[in-house]
C-alpha cells in the first residue's frame, strides 16, 4: 500500500520518500558552509604517512565487515584531530565505500 504525500515546509505536496527540493537544496548550501570551515585533508592528517600505513593496513585486513572487499580505512571513533587517537590501529576498520559513506551519514544526521 503506498503512502500519501505530504506537504513540505515550503508548500510543495511532495511524494512520501522523496525529498523536496528546496530541502535537497538546504543540505547542499549547509554542506558547502561546513565545508568552508573545514582544513583540507592534508591538514587533518591525511598525508603520505597515512597512505602507506592505510595501504598496507588493507593489505592486512582486505575485507569489509559485511564481506566486501575493503576500500578505506576508517576511524571507528572520530579522531577529530587527535594524533593518537588518529594513528591508534585498534581504532581503524577496514570498510568498503557503500559501508563507509552509509556509517559516516548516519553520523552526519546525528550531529544534525
Known amino acids: ?64 565487515r559485511c564481506g566486501a572487499p575493503a576500500q578505506c580505512v576508517d576511524h571507528i571513533q572520530p579522531h577529530k584531530g587527535n594524533q593518537r587517537l588518529f594513528w591508534n590501529r585498534a581504532n581503524w576498520q577496514p570498510l568498503c565505500l557503500p559501508c563507509h559513506n552509509r556509517h559516516k551519514q548516519r553520523e552526519e544526521r546525528a550531529k544534525a
Open 1 to 64: 500500500m503506498a503512502r500519501p504525500p505530504h506537504l513540505c515546509s515550503c508548500g510543495k505536496i511532495v511524494a512520501h520518500g522523496v525529498r523536496c527540493t528546496c530541502q535537497a537544496k538546504q543540505d547542499r548550501e549547509r554542506k558547502a558552509r561546513f565545508d568552508l570551515t573545514r582544513p583540507s585533508a592534508r591538514e587533518r592528517g591525511y598525508n603520505n604517512e597515512w597512505q602507506k600505513a592505510r595501504a598496507e593496513y588493507l593489505r592486512h585486513h582486505p575485507i569489509c
